[in-house]
């Protein structure tokens, strides 16, 4: 075996071993084998993030259905034994009667709230005489327009 003479800072290198790959890996199939690759993990990630959900897996809000909402409000007079209970009125087609059960409303208002109709909004109640800023708010909860 004869060996190749150099100098101090280089190794000496067998004449008969190759310094190259096999000829079995070539380097352009390595860089191939590395695109392939590389596609087909992008394919899988892309199928993980886009295929559909099975329903087992997704998480879903129980319906809850609860009643009508129902308001109570205190009697104007004390000594009254009637409580008035108020569902949300509709001042577009409630009738006397059921705009006398809101609070803070008589006979005078409530005819005067049917003589404005019709409403396209809560705060339209500004135009009825007699209604303010502060009425109109206290009304708010109860009243709804259709």
């Known amino acids: 075996m004869s060996t190749k003479t150099s100098s101090p800072t280089e190794t000496a290198v067998p004449q008969n071993i190759s310094t190259s790959l096999p000829s079995t890996v070539h380097p352009l199939r390595l860089v191939i084998f590395g695109l392939l690759l590389g596609i087909a993990l992008s394919g899988l990630l892309l199928w993980m993030l886009w295929r559909p959900v099975p329903a087992a897996m ?9 009643p009508p909402v129902q308001l109570s409000t205190p009697p104007a007079n004390r000594n009254a ?5 108020t569902t949300l009125v509709n001042i577009n087609s409630a009738t006397l009667a059921e705009l006398e059960t809101l609070p803070g409303i008589g006979p005078a208002k409530a005819q005067a709230i049917v003589d ?15 209604f303010g800023a502060a009425t109109i708010d206290a009304l708010r909860s109860f009243v709804i327009v259709e």
């Open 81 to 85: 034994s009637v409580q008035i209970v």
């Open 116 to 130: 404005g109709r019709p409403y396209s909004m809560v705060d339209d109640l500004d135009r009825v005489s007699g």
């Open 58 to 66: 997704t998480l879903q809000t129980p319906v809850i259905e609860q």
